[in-house]
């Protein structure tokens, strides 16, 4: 049986989503295991999925995704 998880990643502005990043690959702590967990973070860090101006990456918005493994 698979295992579900849910992670954060993050989205850029006008760029393909194949560009997008997936934040549990650069720090553990973005990946959940409840989808409850992962939107709470994102409420908390992420100003709950809005778009939003970054110094480093520009456009971005963050967003949660389920995945298995």
Known sequence: MSK???????????LPDYLSTDLS??????SFDTEYEAN??????????EWM???????????TERRTE
């Open 53 to 63: 101006e970054d110094e480093k990456y520009g456009k971005v918005r963050y967003y």
């Open 25 to 30: 690959e650069e720090e553990d702590c973005f």
């Open 4 to 14: 579900e998880y849910y992670v954060i990643v993050r989205k850029y502005y006008g």
């Open 40 to 49: 709470k973070c994102l409420s908390d860090i992420f100003a709950n999925g």
